[in-house]
């Protein structure tokens, strides 16, 4: 979010959006030309966006944003609404983890007790299962 006062800037929630993206699905996720190719465009457009050197983009453009990163348009639109969306973005990462902490180590059927929990509970208990993995001795298996 900003400061009181000030309004985030499209370039400020773009670059929020990617660095959650890259923690999610990687880095190659979120490269300029990456993005340019799922949306449409160029490169140069995704990386004026992303730095503010265009500020007005078109509607579709907006559109083509918030569907690669799984937000509403109304998230570069308005503070709080992106607020929200940040905060569920933020479970969807956790539980991500938390579901694959949970393979890795053999631990199934996980799903529904779950869902009650904040990202933060669900990124504690990610970590505890890779931790009780680690101190047993439980080989990480890739893929599940």
Do not use: C
């Amino acid at each position: 979010m900003s400061p009181a006062g000030s309004q985030r800037t499209l370039a400020q929630a773009l670059t929020t959006l990617i660095a959650k993206k890259a923690e999610r699905d990687g880095e190659a996720s979120v490269a300029d030309q990456a993005i340019g190719e799922a949306i449409g465009k160029s490169r140069t457009t995704v990386w004026k966006l992303r730095t503010g050197q265009e500020v007005n983009p078109k509607i579709e453009t907006l559109e083509a944003l918030a569907k690669y990163f799984g937000v509403k348009v109304t998230y570069f639109l308005d503070d709080e609404k992106a607020a929200m969306a940040d905060e569920q973005l933020d479970a969807l990462a956790a539980a991500r983890r938390l579901q694959e902490a949970a393979e890795r180590n053999g631990v199934r059927g996980l799903n529904a007790r779950l869902g009650s929990l904040s990202p933060d509970g669900l990124a504690a208990v990610a970590q505890l299962i890779e931790k009780l993995g680690d101190s047993e001795g439980v080989r990480h298996r890739p893929g599940g």
